[in-house]
């Protein structure tokens, strides 16, 4: 794909300002838009940390960095935001994006390690990351840089995802995207889980997304 046709990028700058929400599709429409040749994204209207504004965010800085395109800039983070990348030292890890205000490094333990799902040899960049919070856990997977040949199933991604989270936790709702397709998980209570596909096609080279909300099981461990 070149870019350099139009094909990629719309315009040379552009701002964006994403407003808190859960809708995943609507997130998809504004975080997988055409490409501008300069990205701000604006999150003064995003007060609380969400993985799925999260991970979008990161997925599209992987597909740009994939494409030779200049890091986003984000501002407008709240207090919240500052604090959980700051403790988290999530800017220290390969997001391509990049803040516009000062973010430190906090010195503290070391994150534990996370054993991740995926890791077959499928992309060359994989990016997992999980957030705990009470009773919660949320978790996004970001695949960019194919360097297999054929389909990857987005079937194949889901059985490895719920082998990894079975143990300690209930899938309650999840959202995999690929280039051209996306599914949307829902477990509700009353009836059996509802499964929504659409197809979604993009100009951008492949990718394998997946963001999802967990309830945390209750472990109880031997005396």
Not at 80 to 88: D, F, G, I, N, T
């Amino acid at each position: 794909m070149n870019r350099l046709d139009g094909s990629l990028v719309s315009s040379h700058a552009g701002v964006f300002y994403p407003y808190q929400h859960q809708d995943f599709y609507a997130m998809d429409s504004l975080f997988l838009s055409p490409f501008k040749e300069e990205e701000v994204w604006d999150f003064q209207s995003l007060s609380l940390v969400q993985m799925g504004f999260l991970g979008f965010l990161t997925l599209r800085g992987s597909i740009r960095e994939q494409l030779g395109l200049s890091k986003m800039q984000v501002r407008g983070l709240s207090k919240h935001w500052r604090s959980y990348l700051a403790k988290e030292n999530f800017l220290g890890n390969q997001i391509h994006w990049e803040t516009l205000e000062f973010i430190p490094n906090l010195v503290g333990e070391k994150k534990e390690e996370q054993n991740s799902f995926g890791k077959k040899g499928h992309w060359v960049n994989e990016f997992h990351w999980e957030k705990k919070d009470g009773e919660n856990t949320s978790v996004f997977f970001v695949a960019t840089n194919k360097q297999t040949e054929g389909e990857i199933a987005i079937s194949d991604l889901m059985k490895d995802f719920l082998s990894y989270s079975q143990t300690n936790h209930y899938l309650e709702r999840a959202y995999i995207r690929k280039e051209n397709s996306s599914y949307l998980y829902l477990n509700a209570k009353e009836t059996n889980p509802r499964v929504f596909y659409r197809e979604n096609q993009t100009n951008f080279p492949s990718f394998l997304f997946l963001v999802a909300e967990l309830k945390n099981k209750q472990i109880i461990h031997p005396n």
